[in-house]
C-alpha cells in the first residue's frame, strides 16, 4: 500500500513503525473473511482492510474523525486477520499505534469518557474491583439487565485449597504463578484448582504478595503511557523473585499475552527492557508449562465430552491451544468439533462493556459453534471468555485446568 505520511508522523518511532506496518499490506482482503466484525456487519469499514485504510488516513491528514474512531472502537483486537494475512501484516500493532493517536488527539463524549476512566481506575486494582463486584450483586436486581449479566459470581475457592503447598526445598520444580487482577475476583477457583494439581505433583508455586495489573487493559483503551507504568510496576515486583523458579505462568491467556510482549513494549527503557526480556525466557501459558512436565493421568470413570473454546489472545496472539487439547485427550475427556474455531466470543477485555449489543451477538454465535456437538462441558483458557460465556450457556462453562484437577 502506499502512503504520504507527513514528515512530523514519519520523525517519530511510531509514526515510522506504522508506515512500515501500513506498506506491507497489499490490500489483497482475505483478512476480511476471518474477521468477526466483518461478518458480522458486512461493512468493509467494520474489517480489517477497511480499518488499515481508516488509520492511513488519519494519519496522513493528521486529524481524527470520528467515524474513524467508530470503526476502531468495534475492532475487538482479536488478531484473527493476523493469522490469515497472508503477507505478515502487523495489525494489531498498527491498532495500537492508531489508538494511542486517537487518544491524544481526540475528543471522546463524556458518558465514554467516563466509562474508560471508570475502567482504568477500577478494574486492574483486584480490592476496589471486589468492593464495586460485592455492591453490584447487592443491587443486582435494580441493575439493567446487561451490567446484571457482567456482574462476578461469588467465589467457591475455599473448598479448593484442600492440598497444603510444597516446600520449595523439598521440590521437584517451581514456579511463579499469576494471579492476575480480574480473574483473582472472578474465577480465583482456577489457579486454586492449579495450586492442588500442582501440589499433588511435588511442585512448588510462588506467589506474589502485591501483585498488581499486566498493564493489558490500559494498553487496549489507548492509554500507553498509563500501560507502562504499570507493566514496569509489575515487572518491578517480579524480578527478586525470578531467579527462584524454573518458570513462571500465567493461567489467563488474555494476560500471558502481554506480558509475552512486554520486551517489544519495553525495548527502549534500558533497566525495564531488560528485566522483561529475563521475565521472557521463563514465562510460559500453562499448558505450555504443564505438557513439557510430561505428566500421566489418572483416566476419568465417567467420560465426558468437552468442547474447547481457543480464546483469541491464545490461538491467533500466542499461537498456541494445542497443548490444551492434548492434555485433556491425555487425561481421558473426549473433544468434540467446534465449528468455527477460529472466531471470536466477543469478551475481548473491555469490549463487552464498551461495545455491550456487539459483544452479545458475537457470543450467541459462538455458543452455538461450541455447543453444536453437544459437549456436557465448554472449557477455555481465559478468564474474559470464561465470565463471558458463562452467561449464557446451556451448559457449565470452566477453565481447562479444573478439569484436569
Ligand atoms: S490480508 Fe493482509 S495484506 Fe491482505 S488486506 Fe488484509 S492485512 Fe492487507
Ligand atoms: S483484530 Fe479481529 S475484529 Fe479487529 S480487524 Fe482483525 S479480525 Fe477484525
Redesign the pocket.
Known amino acids: 500500500m502506499q502512503t504520504k505520511l507527513p514528515e512530523a508522523i514519519v520523525a517519530t518511532t511510531k509514526g515510522r513503525r506504522a508506515e512500515q506496518i501500513l506498506r506491507s499490506c497489499v490490500h489483497c482482503g482475505f483478512?476480511n473473511a476471518?474477521?468477526?466484525?466483518?461478518e458480522l456487519l458486512g461493512d468493509e469499514l467494520d474489517?480489517?482492510r477497511g480499518?488499515i485504510y481508516l488509520i492511513k488516513e488519519m494519519l496522513e491528514a493528521q486529524k481524527v474523525e470520528s467515524v474513524t474512531v467508530t470503526h476502531l472502537d468495534?475492532?475487538?483486537?482479536?488478531?484473527?486477520?493476523?493469522t490469515t494475512c497472508p503477507s505478515g501484516v502487523e495489525?494489531?500493532q498498527l491498532?495500537e499505534i492508531a489508538r494511542d493517536y486517537v487518544s491524544s488527539n481526540y475528543r471522546r463524549d463524556l458518558l465514554d469518557r467516563l466509562k474508560r476512566l471508570w475502567l482504568i481506575r477500577t478494574v486492574p486494582y483486584k480490592r476496589r474491583f471486589r468492593r464495586w463486584a460485592q455492591l453490584g450483586r447487592a443491587m443486582r436486581w435494580f441493575l439493567p439487565k446487561r451490567l446484571r449479566e457482567m456482574l462476578p459470581v461469588a467465589s467457591t475457592v475455599e473448598a479448593l485449597q484442600a492440598t497444603p503447598p510444597v516446600s520449595p526445598s523439598v521440590a521437584a520444580s517451581s514456579v511463579l504463578l499469576l494471579n492476575g487482577c480480574v480473574q483473582q475476583v472472578t474465577t480465583p477457583q482456577v489457579n486454586a484448582a492449579l495450586r492442588e494439581l500442582l501440589a499433588a505433583r511435588g511442585i512448588a508455586v510462588v506467589e506474589l504478595a502485591e501483585e498488581g495489573c499486566c498493564g493489558a487493559l490500559e494498553l487496549h483503551l489507548g492509554k500507553e503511557p498509563g500501560a507502562l507504568a504499570t507493566m514496569r510496576n509489575l515487572l518491578d515486583t517480579l524480578a527478586p523473585r525470578l531467579d527462584e523458579v524454573d518458570a513462571v505462568i500465567s493461567t489467563a491467556s488474555g494476560c500471558g499475552i502481554t506480558l509475552k510482549d512486554y520486551p517489544r513494549l519495553l525495548k527502549d527503557d534500558a533497566t525495564h527492557g531488560k528485566l522483561a526480556r529475563r521475565l521472557g525466557d521463563k514465562l510460559l501459558d500453562v499448558g505450555e508449562y504443564l505438557l513439557s512436565l510430561d505428566l500421566s493421568w489418572r483416566k476419568q470413570d465417567e467420560v465426558l465430552a468437552v468442547a474447547l473454546h481457543q480464546p483469541?489472545t491464545l490461538q491467533h496472539g500466542q499461537k498456541l491451544g494445542d497443548e490444551a487439547r492434548q492434555l485433556l485427550q491425555n487425561a481421558g475427556y473426549d473433544l468434540v468439533a467446534v465449528r468455527d474455531e477460529h472466531s471470536?466470543c466477543g469478551s475481548a477485555g473491555t469490549y463487552s462493556l464498551l461495545q455491550a449489543k456487539l459483544s452479545s451477538q458475537l457470543r450467541d454465535r459462538k455458543i452455538s459453534c461450541l455447543e453444536s456437538g453437544q459437549p456436557d462441558v465448554i472449557a477455555t483458557s481465559n478468564v474474559g471468555c470464561h465470565t463471558h460465556l458463562a452467561v449464557a450457556a446451556s451448559v457449565p462453562v470452566v477453565h481447562w485446568i479444573e478439569l484436569l484437577r
Open positions: 483478512c476471518t474477521c468477526p466484525t466483518y474489517g480489517p480499518r468495534r475492532c475487538l483486537t482479536c488478531r484473527a486477520c493476523e495489525y494489531s491498532l483469541c471470536c
